[in-house]
């Protein structure tokens, strides 16, 4: 197992951002590095311990899927080896871990697609029959597979802030129309086939979340990760049951601790037991060697 890394300290290039997850560098005019760390945020707040392995396998099942999509949508990977771009003795910081990407203009939305009736969606429609607004048939179960997949779209929150649900009429004031639409059915044509692929291996995609950024042409592209266990609810077909929800391999389990020690939710993060730590990682394993083989 390698060692795990909270934090990149890689000096050959301009550090521009450090997300909850990732760690964002300036290559040239027209290339970025983005190096995915073993930090957890859970609810919006980054935890104090890293998760051994969780970059490596954010970054191996990211770049599984932005290569069986392309053919719905181009994405942000260049081919450029991230070891190429960084010093001699920062190599250990990127390897099997870290992507050279395009530069592009990322859109100020995340677009969030709903397969079944769960999490925020499932509290929701108790309170109003419909999720985000989208009205859905009466009686449906915690965990029911949906109608039909659901666009929902969210703002992007700055790091400590709570994502906010929106329309997809406040989407289109955003971004514009013709381009919300464009995202809409981008993401559901994405997740419909990464869902029907899953199933395959044994795993129901509950719901997702999509980033997409646009070129100087304004061309669109996929961006960011690509159905992983942090943007996404993985779960065993074999153990599905509506009316309950069902054990998950992401980052399901760690929330389902934090909740349990009855923790407000807000920085700062509560100390993690070594055996949460490890039950995460192996969770996070087993969803990439379900989904890659």
């Known amino acids: ?15 521009l951002h450090r997300g909850k997850v990732r760690d964002i560098y300036d290559v040239d005019a027209n290339r970025l590095l983005i190096v995915t760390t073993d930090r957890l945020s859970a609810f919006d707040v980054i935890m104090n311990e890293p998760i051994p392995r969780k970059g490596e396998v954010l970054t191996t099942v990211s770049n599984f899927w ?3 999509l392309k053919a719905i949508l181009p994405n942000q990977l260049t081919g450029d080896a991230p070891e190429s771009v960084v010093a001699a003795d920062e190599v250990d910081q990127v390897r099997g871990r870290a992507i050279v990407v395009k530069k592009l203009k990322a859109l100020p939305i995340e677009a969030i697609v709903r397969g079944y009736l769960v999490g925020s969606g499932w509290k929701d429609y108790q309170k109003t029959s419909s999720v985000c607004g989208i009205p859905l048939p009466a009686g449906l179960r915690e965990a029911d597979k949906l109608p ?3 666009f929902t ?3 992007k929150a700055a790091l400590g802030q709570h994502d906010e649900n929106i329309s997809f009429e406040q989407a289109a004031e955003l971004i514009g129309r013709p381009l919300a639409e464009q995202v809409r059915d981008a993401a559901i044509t994405l997740y419909q086939t990464a869902a029907d692929y899953a199933a395959t291996k044994g795993i129901i995609i509950a719901d997702t979340k999509f980033e997409f950024g646009l070129d100087d042409a304004g061309k ?3 961006i960011d990760e690509a159905l992983t266990p942090d943007s996404s609810r993985f779960w065993p ?11 998950s391999f992401d980052k399901q389990y760690l929330r389902d601790y934090l909740e349990s020690i009855k923790w407000g939710k807000k920085p700062p993060a509560p100390k993690l037991p070594p055996e949460v730590i ?5 969770k996070y394993l087993e969803a990439l ?3 890659t083989g």
């Open 220 to 222: 669109l592209y996929l």
């Open 153 to 155: 779209p969210s703002t």
């Open 237 to 247: 077909a074999d153990q599905y049951r509506p009316g309950s929800n069902p054990p």
């Open 1 to 15: 197992m390698s060692s795990a890394l909270y934090q990149t300290n890689i000096h050959s290039l301009k550090l």
């Open 66 to 68: 932005f290569e069986k």
């Open 278 to 282: 490890a039950k995460t990682t192996e």
């Open 289 to 291: 060697k379900r989904i």
């Open 148 to 150: 039909q997949p659901l």
